[in-house]
């Protein structure tokens, strides 16, 4: 086979190097562990990238899709946690990073009737690697029904409720369940989401709600302070976002802090 150009090894004059560049939005099975079922299958959304020096014009695409294929038919956590030091040395690289983004299913019953249903939550796993450090963060994006406390103090009849979208990253000192910070966050909320309610679950949960009232401040203070408080958690970021009902905006808030758990 003759020799052909190598364009992305030219010198580029610009004198501009890149933060990230690589592939994104690359669809893969994957493979993980399950606290409910001990093995669930789903199909993983991946991005994985690394810098670029200044002199370099290009990186090589193929090599990340090989470092991706190269762990086989299906991914699972190992296999990603393995990956960023596998692209520094592939691409000669000083930082590498990869994200996965997957649905996650977890089998709900109904608090009443016990009729079982899916529910399905985000997850994404971020590494990073920068030479001989690697940064692991595991998110989970936990739907929930939060109600109003101060719609509650001044109606007559009833008070407005809303579903709302937590976002919830720890970095920890050893591996987390994703079932372990689902629970930590639906604990905090006016009540959890269920996929399957007949008419006696939906009177327990709305009066659950009814009785458990949070603002999204509440929402976000009380997961802080059960992050705050688990052994295994080092750092955490908690968003929350109200779909509101009865406003033309949503309710937003963040809390970001380390634990001092080295």
Same mark, same amino acid.
């Given at each position: 086979m003759p020799t052909l150009k190598d364009t992305q090894n030219e010198r580029?004059?610009?004198?501009?190097?890149?933060?990230?560049?690589? #592939?994104?939005?690359?669809?893969?099975?994957?493979?993980?562990?399950?606290?409910?079922?001990? /093995?669930?299958h789903t199909v993983a959304t991946v991005n994985m990238a690394v810098d670029l020096p200044h002199h370099y014009k290009g990186t090589h695409m193929s090599?990340?899709?090989?470092?991706?294929? +190269?762990?086989?038919r299906e991914l699972t956590v190992a296999g990603i946690a393995a990956m960023p030091r596998e692209l520094l040395a592939r691409l000669h690289a000083r930082k590498a990073h990869v994200e996965m983004r997957f649905p996650y299913f977890r089998a709900k019953r109904a608090p009443v009737s016990k009729a079982e249903g899916l529910v399905d939550y985000g997850v994404i796993f971020e590494v990073n690697a920068e030479? *001989?450090?690697?940064?692991?963060?595991? $998110?989970?994006? #936990?739907?929930? /029904? $939060?109600?109003?406390?101060?719609?509650?103090?001044?109606?007559?009849?009833?008070?407005?409720?809303?579903r709302g979208m937590v976002t919830f990253s720890v970095r920890f000192h050893q591996p987390v369940w994703i079932?372990?910070?689902? *629970?930590?966050? *639906?604990a905090c909320a006016s009540s959890e989401l269920y996929s399957l309610l007949k008419r006696p679950d939906e009177k327990a949960v709305t009066e659950r709600a009814y009785d458990n009232p949070v603002f999204v401040e509440d929402l976000v203070r009380s997961i802080a302070q059960k +992050?705050?408080?688990?052994?295994?958690?080092?750092?955490?970021? #908690? *968003? +929350?976002?109200?779909?509101?009902?009865?406003?033309?905006?949503?309710a937003w808030a963040v809390i970001e802090r380390t634990t001092g758990k080295e």
């Amino acid at each position: 086979m003759p020799t052909l150009k190598d364009t992305q090894n030219e010198r580029d004059e610009r004198c501009i190097a890149i933060d990230r560049v690589g #592939v994104k939005d690359v669809r893969f099975p994957l493979r993980i562990r399950d606290r409910d079922q001990a /093995t669930q299958h789903t199909v993983a959304t991946v991005n994985m990238a690394v810098d670029l020096p200044h002199h370099y014009k290009g990186t090589h695409m193929s090599r990340f899709i090989e470092v991706l294929h +190269a762990h086989g038919r299906e991914l699972t956590v190992a296999g990603i946690a393995a990956m960023p030091r596998e692209l520094l040395a592939r691409l000669h690289a000083r930082k590498a990073h990869v994200e996965m983004r997957f649905p996650y299913f977890r089998a709900k019953r109904a608090p009443v009737s016990k009729a079982e249903g899916l529910v399905d939550y985000g997850v994404i796993f971020e590494v990073n690697a920068e030479e *001989e450090s690697i940064d692991y963060v595991v $998110t989970v994006e #936990v739907p929930v /029904t $939060t109600l109003c406390p101060c719609s509650k103090a001044i109606s007559e009849r009833g008070a407005h409720n809303q579903r709302g979208m937590v976002t919830f990253s720890v970095r920890f000192h050893q591996p987390v369940w994703i079932e372990d910070l689902i *629970e930590l966050v *639906e604990a905090c909320a006016s009540s959890e989401l269920y996929s399957l309610l007949k008419r006696p679950d939906e009177k327990a949960v709305t009066e659950r709600a009814y009785d458990n009232p949070v603002f999204v401040e509440d929402l976000v203070r009380s997961i802080a302070q059960k +992050a705050s408080a688990h052994e295994l958690i080092k750092w955490f970021r #908690v *968003e +929350a976002v109200n779909f509101e009902s009865i406003h033309n905006h949503n309710a937003w808030a963040v809390i970001e802090r380390t634990t001092g758990k080295e």
